[in-house]
């Protein structure tokens, strides 16, 4: 059965740096999403993208952070300046239409100190 | 986005059947009812959704109530592999299709 991917699996930086988190989506699918979860609280939307642009993102999705889907395959989220409130597990999720399945990565789990 | 309401938390013995409830009272007439859910430490997984109609898969069964102001998710026999929070979410599609978890219902299955 198809998946989403999602490397790496676990990521530490320190405050400042760059992070890139990577998602290969479902091969056929056309939307994409990446939600977060920090420990202990509930899974947060941050952006969907279709037709290689940003179709809605949240107030958490400020200026650090980017998507990009830079090939058929890949779809990124960059943030540009970690900061210590970014430490989350990062899930990756795509869709074929809209209003089914999404269809969720294992997640990328990151430590900013 | 309309809200959805579950218990906290419901407990069940293995291999008996669980209902999990959801109200959704202000739900409109585009708005899909799905159901993921998300074991520990993994991402969440899409279980089922409908619109109107019962629904099966070979996960689960979802009874959609005829005013569609509450659904409830049917685990037919759990397993301890079924412990999870489940979620009830509401998708319209009119916010470009994104999912907004609540903190769903924590299931616990003892053996």
């Known amino acids: 059965e198809p998946e989403v991917t999602q490397t790496p699996s676990h990521q530490v930086t320190q405050m400042g740096q760059e992070v890139i988190l990577r998602c290969v989506p479902i091969?056929?699918?056309?939307?994409f999403y990446w939600y977060r979860q920090i420990l202990g609280q509930k899974v947060e939307f941050l952006v969907s993208?279709?037709?290689?642009?940003?179709?809605?993102k949240s107030e958490i999705f400020d200026d650090q952070f980017s998507v990009e889907r830079p090939d058929g395959s890949n779809f990124t989220l960059k943030i540009r300046s970690t900061k210590l409130e970014d430490s989350a597990m990062y899930f990756c999720a795509s869709s074929y239409t809209g209003v089914e399945t999404q269809y969720f990565g294992p997640g990328t789990r990151l430590l900013v100190l | 986005d309309a809200k959805t309401t579950q218990p906290n938390s419901m407990e069940s013995n293995e291999e008996e059947p669980v209902h999990l409830p959801c109200n959704h009272s202000t739900i409109s007439g585009t708005d899909y009812i799905h159901w993921y859910r998300q074991l520990p430490s993994q991402g969440p997984e899409y279980v089922i959704h409908g619109l109107t109609s019962n629904v099966n898969n070979r996960m689960a069964s979802l009874a959609i109530a005829e005013d569609r102001k509450s659904s409830t998710l049917i685990l037919h026999r759990a397993t301890l592999r079924d412990a999870a929070v489940y979620y009830c979410i509401l998708n319209s599609g009119g916010s470009n299709y994104k999912l907004t978890f609540g903190k769903g219902t924590l299931l616990t299955v003892n053996p």
């Open positions: 993208f279709y037709n290689n642009e940003i179709s809605e």
């Open positions: 091969s056929n699918h056309l939307y």
